[in-house]
């Protein structure tokens, strides 16, 4: 009997788990205390009923997206995930250069193994990219966050993502078990060498909220940030209708619903219980609204076709890239895409979509 390789997104987790060591693992695909947001994510997607037409006409469809400016083959991008290189030594090079043959769009992390220069020589050539964008964690030192956005315009870069809901790591349980720490040869490009800033805790004071998050980021940094940068920018990790609409007030330009893939804070709500209120929300809100995306827990391209019915325009990937990526380098990431792509275009032609603009809310059962 001829060997069967991986048939779905589940197939790719199985074989990674078999394949990368215990401590790594347990960092690249670990939740929040009891994982029970990041098994939501999941559910919530599944739980949601197609409610398919029949009869429709469908040739000539396609899967095009446009954000931004940018017109690409399919609404699908690879979420900011860090240190690919505990995944594959090609790290992030490897997964840039699947997104960009395969038409997906990139989201770099600030803690790449890799550095941003690197990412974008190999992803940009490619004549079918999807946007490439950098996510930029906030850094108590302003220079280095006015050099890191610096940089990734000089690199092509097309948007900045500030990720606004992990002022503190999360209570992460198997990652601490696991006893995990970088492997020889596997930094954070971006910060490796640099010196923390020090933090005085005063007497009896709290390291959190007397010292780290005397740093973290509040509204007021967004116009920093816009009065910094000539790119785009996006907040990712808004959960709340009013946190949604207060962007919008300020301007941004695209939100990502998001909860971190569960990896920050447990019990949240899923992101697609969430989606249908913050794009509700910017409808109503005055002006222009900015562009929306979503991530967590899509596996499926039915998922992919029902977050758009809910009101996202795009959706990233995340922990499904790093399984293909420990399964097979460059083509296990590829061969993810791919099969979430296949299955997104089945989606829509067996509910009677032949383009996005069909995919609305009238497809989900009441």
Not at 48 to 62: E, K
Not at 138 to 162: C, S, T
Request: glycine share 10%.
């Amino acid at each position: 009997m001829a060997h069967i390789g991986p048939v779905n997104l589940a197939d790719h987790e199985r074989l990674a788990r078999e394949r990368l060591p215990a401590p790594a693992w347990a960092y690249l695909d670990g939740d929040a205390a009891d994982g029970l947001t990041r098994r939501d994510n999941e559910d919530a997607w599944q739980r949601l009923r197609l409610w398919p037409r029949v009869l429709r006409p469908l040739a000539g469809g396609h899967t095009r997206c446009s954000l931004l400016g940018r017109t690409w083959p399919s609404p699908l991008l690879i979420a900011p995930t860090a240190l690919h290189r505990l995944a594959h030594p090609d790290g992030e090079a490897a997964s840039a250069l699947a997104a960009g043959v395969l038409g997906a769009g990139y989201v770099l992390s600030t803690l790449s193994s890799l550095p941003l220069e690197d990412v974008a020589r190999v992803f940009l050539p490619e004549p079918q990219r999807g946007p490439l964008w950098f996510q930029l964690y906030w850094q108590p030192d302003r220079g280095l966050v006015a050099e890191l956005l610096q940089r990734a315009e000089a690199a092509g870069f097309e948007a900045i993502v500030l990720t606004v809901d992990a002022p503190c790591q999360g209570v992460r349980d198997a990652e601490r078990r696991s006893g995990f720490t970088l492997p020889a040869g596997v930094v954070a490009a971006h910060l490796h060498g640099r010196a923390a800033l020090p933090i005085e805790v005063p007497p009896g004071g709290s390291q959190l909220f007397d010292g780290l998050l005397r740093h973290a980021p509040a509204w007021a940094d967004i116009a920093w940030l816009r009065g910094h940068t000539r790119l785009p920018l996006l907040l990712k990790g808004v959960l709340h209708p009013a946190d949604a609409r207060q962007a919008a007030a300020l301007g941004v330009d695209g939100l990502i619903v998001s909860n971190h893939g569960g990896r920050v804070l447990d019990t949240t709500p899923a992101t697609a219980e969430a989606l249908p209120l913050i794009a509700d929300a910017l409808a109503a809100a005055a002006g222009p609204a900015p562009v929306l995306l979503v991530d967590g827990g899509i596996r499926r391209g039915t998922d992919v076709l029902k977050a758009l019915a809910l009101g996202a325009q795009a959706v990233l990937v995340g922990r499904p890239v790093l399984h293909g990526l420990a399964v097979g380098g460059a083509q296990g990431v590829a061969h993810v895409l791919r099969l979430l792509r296949d299955e997104f275009e089945a989606a829509m032609a067996l509910t009677g979509c032949a383009t996005l603009a069909d995919i609305d809310r009238r497809l989900l059962a009441p």
